[in-house]
């Protein structure tokens, strides 16, 4: 029988479709990839967000689209690794059996590292939001797509990505016990997918959020508002909420004023005084009436699950190839369907024993915040 040696780049190789396979929110954003070497952590890249145009009506003549295709520079802050050890003996098996007992585990730890990345930068970066009814309603997810039709967001290549417990939760009501019978091409479920939900493609995440301290501050019906009218791009303001209510505004805190339709995201922290006075020195988006009057109510999100809802081209993962190793220790680097993985082997001759280091570098970027919202799940 013909032993096929395991190389660095046999390793990478086999990594890079282990990494695929076990990412979900990986899979689902926009992938941007730079063929460029990167040194490692900190590098900047730029990338090409995806192309925008404006119709016009016609009338005599033809009105040609200035195109708006535009690049944004993304941080590469994340070089995830794995390293470990084995003997000579476990180099030598067969790549199946090596795959299996030291890749594919070493690479869900990545796979599960990246992902959890994107949710918790999503979960602090999108205002628009969607509270749960206290009993699983299909209309919460009715409800959740008219705010994605409010926005204008696209139809197609809408995703739902749930917590595991928001999952338990509506994984009973029909609409998503036949999800997988929506004539997708009759594939059954996929471990993470769940199927076609109200135009949504849906699936679990194990890696989203739950925020189990309170969100910020719930105000009591009436007791939070508004101190001095808020402006159209009006970016801070000033709330007033119960005497003596002491709590503290997070980053990423959602909050809601009664009689408009936009919600806003807290971009910086804020401790209220002992009068419950909060100064949010900022906050997005802009506001977009006309103006928030004098003394309208303001409501918090309290904790919650996190479940996201977006559009493809909301988020990016943007990843490099890391350059390969030189002074002597062998490696290679892979590169497959807009990703890039190292393997650089090393020997520990203390122990005896060969050292194996798989790496990866990348960056997560929101392309456009108007394209998502989240789901609260507060049950």
């Known amino acids: 029988m013909t032993t096929t040696l395991i190389t660095p780049l046999v390793v990478a190789k086999e990594a890079l479709i282990s990494l695929e396979n076990n990412m979900v929110m990986g899979n689902l954003v926009h992938r941007a990839y730079s063929p460029e070497f990167q ?13 925008t145009f404006t119709a016009t009506a016609f009338t005599s003549t033809v009105g040609y689209s200035t195109i708006t295709e535009s690049s944004v520079a993304v941080v590469l802050d994340k070089h995830w690794d794995v390293s470990f050890q084995v003997t000579s003996q476990e180099l030598s098996c067969d790549v199946a059996n090596f795959s299996e007992q030291f890749i594919q585990p070493a690479v869900r730890a990545i796979a599960q590292a990246v992902d959890s990345d994107i949710c918790t930068r999503s979960a602090t970066a999108i205002a628009a ?3 749960v009814t206290a009993t699983p309603v299909v209309s919460d997810i009715s409800g959740l797509e008219a705010v994605m039709d409010i926005m204008k967001v696209p139809v197609m290549d809408r995703r739902l990505v749930l917590n595991p417990t928001t999952k338990s939760a509506y994984i009973a009501l029909d609409a ?23 135009g949504f493609e849906c699936y679990m995440d194990q890696n989203m959020p739950t925020f189990s301290q309170v969100m910020g501050v719930a105000f009591a019906a009436g ?25 503290t505004v997070n980053v990423g805190d959602c909050f809601k004023v009664t009689g408009y ?14 009068a419950g006075i909060f100064i949010l020195s900022s906050f997005s988006p802009a506001v977009k009436a006309t103006s928030m009057t004098d003394g309208s109510v303001v409501t918090f999100q309290l904790g919650h699950r996190q479940n996201l809802a977006f559009h493809k081209n909301a988020i990016a993962l943007v990843t490099a190839p890391l350059q390969p190793p030189i002074g002597g220790a062998v490696g290679a680097v892979a590169n497959y369907n807009g990703l890039s993985c190292r393997v650089v082997y090393g020997y520990d001759q203390q122990y005896k024993k060969n050292n194996i280091s798989i790496d990866f570098l990348c960056g997560v970027k929101m392309l456009d915040m108007d394209l998502a919202a989240r789901l609260c799940d507060k049950r």
């Open 39 to 51: 040194p490692g952590v900190g590098a900047t890249v730029v990338i090409r967000k995806p192309t």
């Open 129 to 131: 939001h969607y509270p």
């Open 176 to 198: 998503f016990l036949n999800a997988d019978k929506r004539g997708d091409g009759g594939q059954a479920l996929r471990t993470a997918e769940i199927g076609r939900v109200m």
């Open 223 to 247: 007791t939070g508002t508004i101190t001095g009218a808020w402006a159209a791009g009006a970016t801070a303001g000033t709330v007033t909420g119960a005497t003596g209510a002491v709590s």
């Open 261 to 274: 339709d936009e919600w806003f995201k807290v971009d910086v922290a804020s401790t209220s005084s002992t």
